[in-house]
């Protein structure tokens, strides 16, 4: 009966996943995925994989972003390989992705000698969770699944390094290397370790992980080191209302994000693409009002839940998840984002695990019935919440509409819907959400917003216009979208000497952009140095046969 019971619970999982997101199976690229995916060249051909490990997400040098994430960058690889740019193959990987954690939450806390019915319930709450649905339906969001995964798979070889052989203990080293090579979050990986070794264990055993433990915390430093010294993120700064803020505000602000977090997790009434508060003041309610809630939530996991070693565990598990989101070491491009709380989302998960079973235990037996369809009705809302949530994410005009209302200082989402706009051929409904775009944005203004102002412009016949609004967006962050466009105008116009400036400085900086590299063999040819422009049209051919008219100005060139 107990090899059946598991084969339920697996089954259960995996339907619990399938079900409430296969309305997403078809969803558009959207958001980033269209420059790191769709105008990506390293990751159309295998030829260019040692590349992924010498830039970042979006084809760039790595220090020009600062997110350095090769095994990310390999996932898309892999998805491009077997279908190309269709849509399917992506989300399915996602799917999949969900469903691995799922499972891997189950065994995890088996290990840890929890219930089988618990491990169970958590599993399903987690995987119908729906703030996780940013993380699951998005594309780009996968990051997260990847980063859960293998961390679930590290702490299950941490384990089995524990009680079976130490040789294990060399596969937790391998994942977590992975996870750095994934994300810089997994820094907090040995800590969480290091907690569970001090609750869990008793000093016999603590003296087999000492070396382990030595060796992870030790990567993390050398890994920080090198961060700090090659990969930077932008001089240019990141652009958010929480970067604008002291460290006293972030720090006033901390308490409203982990409220957010917990209250979107259990109750998400309503979700957004980003969120963008920051709290000013000490005498905010809160600062008072959710510093208690938290503590109190925190008092009665630990006074009622049984085992409470458990509970401490699982609270530092979502804490110590949401650390890297804090916006107190590192102030982040948004306040909060709902696919950061995916890691976290399991610790919440076992919680309320263990407090289902802990009242199912305290009620008479009609009540456990009535409790039971109380139960069974929340998740059924989330998994409803889920697939309204997806649809959302199929057409990004609506998203970003909608989402745009709900968070209305968000220059991301003025910027994306003015994009929409666009496309639709609504030009001047385009411009006003470019231009409340760089009103809301922290700073001089969104660099992406600029560069679009100037598309509409260009596409207008309005070029003078146009070349300022480029100009700044070069200014503000580089953008490669404006130096290729500015570009292409500048060749357009016969001002050969501004082009080659340009685009000799935006093909350093951008090395893989296609589109600069063939502008900046057009410049070359057009200023007769030949030879220059056939090494640019060459290295685009490179990266992508047949683009534009690259084989006939080779020919020319011939």
Not at 116 to 142: D, Q, Y
Request: glycine share 6%.
């Amino acid at each position: 009966m107990r090899k059946y019971s598991h084969i339920f619970i697996l089954i259960s999982i995996i339907l619990a996943c399938i079900i409430p997101y296969i309305n997403s199976v078809n969803n558009p690229f959207i958001w980033d995925e269209e420059v790191m995916i769709v105008g990506n060249p390293i990751i159309k051909d295998w030829r260019h994989l040692p590349e992924a490990f010498k830039t970042n997400i979006f084809g760039g040098p790595i220090n020009a972003s600062g997110y350095y994430r090769p095994i990310y960058t390999l996932s898309f690889m892999l998805n491009y390989s077997v279908g190309k740019l269709n849509t399917m193959g992506y989300h399915i990987f996602n799917i999949i992705l969900h469903i691995l954690n799922g499972i891997l939450l189950y065994a995890v806390i088996l290990r840890l000698r929890l219930p089988e019915k618990t491990a169970w319930m958590a599993s399903l709450l987690f995987v119908l969770f729906p703030i996780n649905c940013h993380a699951v339906t998005l594309i780009g969001g996968r990051i997260e699944p990847i980063l859960a995964a293998l961390w679930l798979l590290c702490f299950i070889s941490f384990l089995n390094g524990i009680e079976r052989s130490g040789t294990y203990f060399l596969g937790s080293v391998f994942l977590f290397i992975s996870g750095l090579l994934t994300k810089e979050s997994t820094l907090i990986w040995s800590f969480i370790l290091f907690v569970y070794v001090l609750i869990f264990l008793e000093k016999d055993k603590r003296r087999k992980t000492i070396m382990p433990l030595a060796i992870l915390i030790s990567l993390s430093v050398v890994y920080f080191g090198l961060r700090f010294a090659f990969i930077r993120s932008s001089s240019h700064g990141t652009l958010s209302l929480i970067n604008e803020a002291s460290f006293l505000e972030r720090l006033y602000t901390f308490p409203r994000i982990l409220f957010t977090y917990i209250q979107v997790t259990i109750v998400p009434l309503v979700l957004k693409s980003e969120y963008n508060f920051v709290v000013h003041s000490f005498r905010d309610p809160y600062v008072w009002l959710g510093t208690a809630s938290i503590a109190l939530i925190f008092f009665l996991a630990l006074r009622f839940l049984k085992p409470a070693r458990h509970a401490l565990f699982f609270l530092c598990w979502f804490l110590m998840g949401l650390a890297p989101y804090s916006n107190l070491i590192v102030p982040l491009h948004a306040t909060l984002m709902e696919h950061w709380g995916y890691f976290s989302s399991m610790g919440i998960a076992a919680l309320i695990s263990m407090a289902i079973f802990k009242i199912a235990d305290r009620i008479s037996r009609w009540q456990r019935y009535v409790f039971a369809a109380i139960v069974a009705f929340l998740l059924i809302f989330y998994a409803g919440k889920i697939m309204e949530r997806n649809k959302e994410w199929g057409d990004p005009f609506v998203l970003y509409g909608r989402d745009s209302k709900r968070e209305p200082d968000s220059f991301l989402l003025h910027c994306n819907l003015g994009v929409e706009y666009f496309r639709r051929g609504m030009f001047e409904d385009a411009r006003r959400e470019f231009t409340l775009s760089n009103q809301v944005c922290p700073g001089k203004g969104y660099d992406m917003a600029y560069n679009n102002l100037g598309v509409i412009c260009a596409r207008e016949g309005k070029f003078k216009e146009a070349i300022p609004f480029y100009k700044k967006s070069v200014q503000l962050n580089d953008c490669q979208l404006a130096y290729q466009n500015l570009g292409a105008l500048y060749n357009s116009l016969r001002m050969n000497k501004e082009s080659l400036l340009l685009l000799e400085k935006g093909a350093r900086l951008h090395p893989f952009n296609i589109e600069i590299l063939y502008q900046l063999g057009i410049a070359y040819y057009e200023n007769g140095q030949l030879e220059s422009a056939r090494q640019a049209f060459l290295q685009v051919e490179k990266l992508q046969e047949n683009y534009s008219e690259t084989r006939r100005f080779l020919d020319l060139i011939r």
